[in-house]
């Protein structure tokens, strides 16, 4: 549900350390991969210090476990050892706090990234032009190729229509004639809307403009956006308004390279 406006005015004066808003960033991602690890109908489990899923295979770029709470590292490491037992391999695994140092426990450590945010405008943005939610399977099926040529390759459906029905998940594309040149996905949670998956196949920083513009209307002007990136998306997200607030790592089993 959506904050009134008495709620969302008191959470947009609300001063929060950087520590604070990296724990609502990785609140919000946990959010988005329970989300995704549901609607293709697999296990998950949550607690204050993690979010895992005893899936033996997750959906591709999505971890079986990723981090909630800094300080929580002795708890973190035995849901490792108890994934690693479940699924008879080293889980992939995001370190939201980059606490953890696993290269000697068997791991490869993959990239790493920064937690970003920005705060609330309180005022509505206008939805970009060609841009729509994606609302049925058609059109989900077409925003996934587009995606996947972006530069996301996989032969699997990562992303599948029961997350069309999810009230908290919006899926968006730019047309570009009977496809998408562009898109992203836009996620709600109680304290942030979280920014993901954003592509965009012409070449321009417009789709993160864009992206922010949908991602400030689709639920409430009145929360922080939040999301995580590296590289030169990093670098487009900070020039259009967002800061790091935190480091992230993502492992993998040093026997998947």
């Known amino acids: 549900m959506i904050r009134n406006s008495s709620q969302s005015n008191i959470l947009k004066h609300t001063v929060r350390s950087d520590a604070e808003k990296a724990r609502i960033c990785a609140a919000n991602n946990a959010d988005l991969y329970q989300a995704i690890f549901r609607a293709h109908g697999l296990p998950d489990q949550r607690t204050s210090a993690f979010w895992s899923s005893d899936a033996i295979a997750p959906p591709p770029y999505y971890s079986n ?6 300080d929580a590292t002795e708890e973190q490491l035995i ?3 108890r994934l690693t037992d479940r699924l008879g391999r080293r889980p992939g695994f995001k370190d939201g706090f980059s606490r953890l140092d696993l290269v000697n426990k068997g791991f490869q450590l993959l990239f790493s990234a920064s937690w970003i945010w920005a705060e609330p405008h309180g005022i509505s943005a206008r939805a970009p032009q060609d841009w729509a939610r994606i609302r049925d399977a058609a059109a989900l099926d077409r925003w996934e190729h587009s995606w996947k040529v972006s530069g996301s390759q996989t032969d699997a459906n990562v992303f599948t229509p029961a997350l069309l029905s999810d009230p908290n998940m919006h899926i968006y594309g730019r047309w570009a004639g009977d496809s998408f040149d562009a ?3 836009v996620n ?7 920014i993901s998956n954003i592509f965009n196949m012409t070449g321009t920083p417009q789709a993160f403009r864009d992206a922010i513009s949908l991602a400030t209307i689709a639920f409430s002007p009145d929360v922080p956006l939040v999301g995580y990136d590296s590289g030169a998306a990093l670098n487009e997200m900070i020039k259009l308004g967002f800061r790091s607030v935190g480091k992230l790592r993502i492992w993998l089993s040093d026997d998947a390279s």
């Open 79 to 81: 849901e490792i050892g």
């Open 188 to 194: 709600r949670s109680t304290q942030a809307v979280g």
């Open 183 to 185: 898109g992203c996905i």
């Open 65 to 70: 476990m990723t981090t909630l709470d800094p």
